[in-house]
T-cell receptor, first 118, second 112 residues
Framework: GAVVSQHPSRVICKSGTSVKIECRSL??????MFWYRQFPKQSLMLMAT?????????EQGVEKDKFLINHASLTLSTLTVTSAHPEDSSFYIC??????????????FGSGTQLSVL | QKEVEQNSGPLSVPEGAIASLNCTYS??????FFWYRQYSGKSPELIMS????GDKEDGRFTAQLNKASQYVSLLIRDSQPSDSATYLCAVKPWAGSYQLTFGKGTKLSVIP
């Protein structure tokens, strides 16, 4: 099956620093990447949708200047949490839709990144 | 606001029993429905997808969909301790959408 590689798996940073999370589709081209955030015992909440070569679409309540998303190529999307604060501590997960996939095609998830901001 | 509701559990079943997980959704126009399994600290793994009313079976798993009642369920037969995880119900709102709305998940514990 298709593989989505997400790095790092865990990051601990100081408040005020920026953290970049990478998501790569290893054996397929991902035209669309979704970024989710999951707090403990909560469900995955969609943060933004990014299409290759265009600006990301952010969900209501998600600050686009704080969560920078870049989808410069068909195999790589990045999420940068700028000026991270303790309330940004969460589990971040990307998922990818393959190029040419119909709307009923399943999404492929990365392994997730646990961010802890001290 | 489109919502997907699940009982958070925990749902405890003995090994070998049938586990029944339920999900309701608010958007009557929803087209596609998915069950994901998520182990603690890991990303979700797709277990089943269902698009039409009725039952869909895959090994020990059976998904059931009733669009009139806006209800989807997952049955796990011959439950194993390795099935212990959180099960997320996810709904795709309309045919042209690629986005998923997730429920909060039901934690399942299979007791040996």
């Amino acid at each position: 099956g298709a593989v989505v590689s997400q790095h790092p798996s865990r990051v601990i940073c100081k408040s005020g620093t920026s953290v970049k999370i990478e998501c790569r589709s290893l054996d397929f081209q991902a035209t669309t990447m979704f970024w989710y955030r999951q707090f403990p015992k909560q469900s995955l909440m969609l943060m933004a949708t990014s299409n290759e070569g265009s600006k990301a679409t952010y969900e209501q309540g998600v600050e686009k200047d704080k969560f920078l998303i870049n989808h410069a190529s068909l195999t790589l999307s990045t999420l940068t949490v700028t000026s991270a604060h303790p309330e940004d501590s969460s589990f971040y997960i990307c998922s990818a839709r393959a190029k040419g996939a119909g709307t009923n095609e399943k999404l492929f998830f990365g392994s997730g990144t646990q961010l802890s901001v001290l | 606001q489109k919502e997907v509701e699940q009982n958070s559990g925990p749902l405890s079943v003995p090994e070998g029993a049938i586990a029944s997980l339920n999900c309701t959704y608010s958007d009557r126009g929803s087209q596609s429905f998915f069950w994901y399994r998520q182990y603690s600290g890991k990303s979700p793994e797709l277990i089943m997808s269902i698009y039409s009313n009725g039952d869909k079976e895959d090994g020990r798993f059976t998904a059931q969909l009733n669009k009139a009642s806006q209800y989807v369920s997952l049955l796990i037969r011959d439950s194993q301790p390795s099935d212990s995880a959180t099960y997320l119900c996810a709904v795709k709102p309309w045919a042209g959408s690629y986005q998923l709305t997730f429920g909060k998940g039901t934690k399942l514990s299979v007791i040996p």
